[in-house]
């Protein structure tokens, strides 16, 4: 089953708009994070924003935010005031135990975001 | 800031050959990853190593092995390409700790032919 959807395989907004990426995760375990990552079209993959399971506070790093919904399980990153050089593929990961007892990330599919002019 | 060096950008082999993806990071981190990326799929964990010599198989480890014998170098061995393990290839290094945010390469596209 998948532990992390994203169900969006592409979304597209007008430039100084705010886009919501969705991720939806699944997982017994009390203590997680979630992790957002950007990937332009040059491959290498940025990191933007993290969530700890137990963060009483949505994390926020410049015009990115996560709005994490504990309950639903959800995970979703916002972007406020699109700019064009936020065109590019979206990652959400989240952090599990491996079986050696060591933390590794798991990845959804991803979403491309496309921002117009 | 983090740096994650993959020592090719574009790889073309042969069915067959013994492929060595390398990978370096200049930030002393404990922890570096493999990672294969495919279209519709996200990124897929290969191996993993959490200290020199030590490593982890992660979710897609046929047909792959790795070798970790610096702290700084971590490499993809393909044993025999073969034409399913054209993709794109990606490397990460994190800190050992409860976070793990890890920071990533700029990927290696292999070809089979």
């Known amino acids: 089953a998948q532990k992390i959807t994203q169900t969006q395989p592409g979304m597209f907004v007008q430039e100084k708009e705010a886009v919501t990426l969705d991720c939806t995760y699944d997982t017994s375990d009390p203590s997680y994070g979630l992790f957002w990552y950007k990937q332009p079209s040059s491959g290498e993959m940025i990191f933007l924003i993290y969530q700890g399971s137990y963060d009483q506070q949505n994390a926020t790093e410049g015009r990115y935010s996560l709005n994490f919904q504990k309950a639903r399980k959800s995970a979703n990153l916002v972007i406020s005031a699109s700019q064009l050089g936020d065109s590019a593929m979206y990652f959400c990961?989240?952090?599990?135990?491996?079986?050696?007892?060591?933390?590794?990330?798991?990845f959804g599919a991803g979403t491309r975001l496309a921002v117009h002019p | 800031d983090v740096k994650v060096t993959q020592s090719s950008r574009y790889l073309v082999k042969r069915t067959g050959e013994k492929v060595f993806l390398e990978c370096v990071q200049d930030?002393?981190?404990?922890?570096m990853f493999w990672y294969r990326q495919d279209p519709g799929l996200g990124l897929r964990l290969i191996y993993f190593?959490?200290?020199?010599?030590?490593?982890e198989k992660g979710d897609i480890p046929e047909g792959y092995s790795v070798s970790r014998e610096k702290k700084e170098r971590f490499s993809l061995i393909l044993e025999s390409a073969s034409t399913n393990q054209t993709s794109m290839y990606l490397c990460?290094?994190?800190?050992?700790?409860?976070?793990?945010?890890?920071?990533f390469g700029a990927g290696t596209r292999l070809s089979v032919l």
């Open positions: 930030m002393d981190h404990e922890n």
């Open positions: 990961a989240m952090r599990e135990v491996s079986s050696g007892g060591y933390n590794k990330l798991i």
């Open positions: 190593s959490y200290d020199v010599k030590m490593k």
């Open positions: 990460a290094s994190s800190l050992a700790g409860a976070k793990n945010i890890q920071y």
